[in-house]
């Protein structure tokens, strides 16, 4: 069954790093696009980086300078470098694929970042 696995995430202070995980079952990150998302309490669901086929990315205004999106050699996992984490960061992430008005995985359960200040 396809589905995707989420992990790194946890409780750190601002200014500190984090590296996301997200694993891919069943399927590969060959997609038009290929995604991190995130949703913070009382807020919408937001993409925040993705990767395209050929490897390029891009970034919401927020993340940008300070996450950087890549995928593993084997297009199996993707990965989230979060640096210099700001309060705002705290949310739940997760990965997955826009298609359309919609997406091609069944959601994971996604990681926790929390950043106190």
């Known amino acids: 069954q396809v589905h995707v696995v989420e992990s790194g995430g946890g409780l750190v202070q601002a200014g500190e790093s984090l590296r996301l995980s997200c694993v891919a079952h069943g399927t590969i990150f060959t997609f038009n696009i290929n995604g991190w998302y995130r949703r913070a309490p009382g807020k919408q669901r937001e993409l925040v980086a993705s990767i395209n086929k050929a490897g390029l990315t891009n970034y919401a205004d927020s993340v940008l300078g300070r996450f950087t999106i890549s995928r593993s050699d084997d297009k199996t996992t993707l990965y989230l470098e979060m640096t210099n984490l700001k309060p705002g960061d705290t949310a739940v992430y997760y990965c997955?694929?826009?298609?359309?008005?919609?997406?091609?995985?069944?959601w994971g359960q996604g990681t926790q970042v929390t950043v106190s200040s």
């Open positions: 997955n694929v826009p298609f359309q008005e919609s997406y091609l995985l069944t």
